[in-house]
Structures are given as C-alpha cells and as structure tokens.
C-alpha cells in the first residue's frame, strides 16, 4: 500500500461509491495516523527505476490459449495462423468454410470467425472508462450504418448493477442494444464457461468442418476448451475491443488496416474511423454518479435470512 498511499482522490473515489462521510472521514484519518497518507510532494524511495516511453505502448489482445500470452492487435491474425497450423499438422483441421443459414439469413461460416464476443465481469470492466468507451464505439459504429456479424453470439455482463445505469444516463445502451450486446446478468458469464450453447446450424458446421473459430471476451482466463468446447482460440481484450471483433467477425482480419464492415453508402469503416477520442470517454464518464450507486446497493442486504 506505500506505493498506492491513500490521498484526495481515493476519498472522492469512496464518494463516488456512496460510502458514507462517516466512513471517508475515518479511512481519512486512519490512513494520516498510520503514515500511508500521501502529501504533495511524497515520493517513494525505489533502489532502481524504470522508464517507459508511452509512445511504445500498443493495443493488445491475450491469447489464443494463454492469458500471459500478449498479441499486438496488428500481429492477430499471424497468432491465430500459427494457432490453426499447429490443428493442421496434426491432422486436425478441416475445410475453409462452410455455408450456414441462421435467423433468415445464409453466409460463410470461415475458419477464423469469431462465434462469441463477450464483454463480461472481469478484470478488464473494473474501470467505468473502458465500458463508456465500448459503448461510445457501439454508438460509431450504429451511425456509421456498421452492425455485428450474423454468427457472433454477443452479451453484455457487467459485475455491478450501476454500469447499465450509467449506460442509460449517457444514451448509449441503446447502441449496445443495437449491436447484440444486451444485458445478461452480473457477475461471471462467459469467462467460467457460461456462454451458453451457441445456435444449432452454426454448432453443426464448426463440428462438420473442424472449423477453428474465436470467442473474444473481457475477462482474464482464456484456455482451450474453457469459454466453449467448440471454441479453440480464446482473445482476451478491452470491451471496446470485444465490439470490434464482433462486428469484424473474424481473427484473421488486422484491424489496424483491415476495415470492420461496409457504412451506409458501402465505404469501407474502419476501427480509427469509430474508436472514441479520450475526450469522449472522459465527458462520458461524468455520468458516473454517486446517486447510481446509492440507488443500486442502498438495499443490498435486504432479504431473507439465507440472504
């Protein structure tokens, strides 16, 4: 905690949160008595240093079986090719791509498509900026005429009960909405298993051409066999991430180049075109509220007994 000390920040942080005054004033002068308050100025003393020129910092994925496993976003699909070769020299893989009809439409299941996107409770939704930021992608995406694959298997899944709230306030659940990505529930989904089954034709033609496909998610776990049985390769990814690739649809596609989808007028979009600037996402997490919170959890240990 000395290298984290408490300050004014995590006590408007604890407001934000609802905790009462009674509590912020006593974190306030716990943290000063026992000396982990920080003042102005306070440095920690390290007996080395490291420099980290942010400029080098790229957008990543984890993955396809690992989640220590960091991928560029740009070096996906060569991750997901060497992934595949490894099925392919033993015997495993199947034809290129196989036709399928679901919900009134016909298209090309390919090895590669990405089967589930999900933005789930986990490691990579704790932050209200990244959710404002998928879902301000969502709300770029809609108006640009872009919409989700027909074969991604799409939820939204936060851990707290305030994020669809926040969403509302902002105007951008409706986007979400659009795209697939309506709300599920709370807590773990997709990251312990709890996808669901995927639709019958598209389960039948991944077991008919041994098709390697993807599920992206924001979570932290992403082995083999994990999320679905069916699904080989596992991404972790920021929850505007998991957006793209559903409407992307595929891993073999470089979504630093490669566009998402076609707009209104059949121009290519690509991911620059509808990524938020940090502008946006910060205007939009000042709809994060301490009356959100108050609302939600006010009666959290209301019940039975059991409860």
């Known amino acids: 905690m000395r290298f984290f000390p408490i300050d004014d920040v995590t ?24 000396g982990l308050w920080r003042h102005p100025g306070d440095e920690p003393r390290f007996t080395s240093q ?34 595949r070769e490894l099925d392919v020299s033993s015997g495993k893989a199947g034809a290129d791509a196989v036709d399928v009809t679901w919900s009134g439409e016909t298209f090309s299941l390919r090895q590669g498509a990405v089967v589930i996107a999900a933005i789930t409770s986990c490691t ?17 995406a809609v108006e640009r005429g872009l919409r989700r694959k027909p074969w991604v298997k799409t939820s939204l899944a936060p851990g707290s009960k305030v994020v669809p709230n926040y969403f509302a306030k902002a105007g951008l659940m409706p986007y979400l909405d659009a795209l697939g990505f309506q709300l599920v529930g709370y807590g773990c989904t997709t990251c312990i298993g709890n996808s669901g089954p995927l639709p019958e034709p598209i389960e039948q033609a991944i077991k008919a051409a041994d098709l390697t496909v993807g599920a992206v998610l924001s979570g932290n776990r992403n082995f083999e066999g994990r999320i679905h049985l069916l699904v080989k390769t596992n991404w972790l990814a920021s929850p505007p991430l998991v957006v793209a690739y559903a409407l992307a649809g595929n891993m073999t596609l470089d979504l630093t180049r490669d566009p998402l989808g076609e707009g209104h007028n059949g121009e290519p979009v690509f991911l620059k075109d509808i990524w938020p600037s940090a502008k946006d996402v910060s205007d939009a997490v000042q709809h994060v509220s301490v009356d959100l919170f108050h609302k939600e959890y006010a009666a959290v240990f209301e019940g039975t007994p059991e409860w």
């Open 11 to 34: 006590l408007a942080y604890l407001g934000l949160t609802n905790r009462s005054d009674e509590q912020i004033a006593l974190v306030e002068a716990y943290s000063k008595a026992q």
């Open 50 to 83: 490291l420099a980290l020129d942010m400029g080098t910092v790229e957008t990543s994925l984890a993955g396809p079986k690992r989640p220590q496993d960091r991928v560029a976003l740009a070096q996906v699909p060569a991750a997901f090719t060497a992934s």
């Open 124 to 140: 990579n939704t704790s932050n209200p900026s990244v959710l404002m930021a998928a879902g301000l992608l969502a709300k770029h």
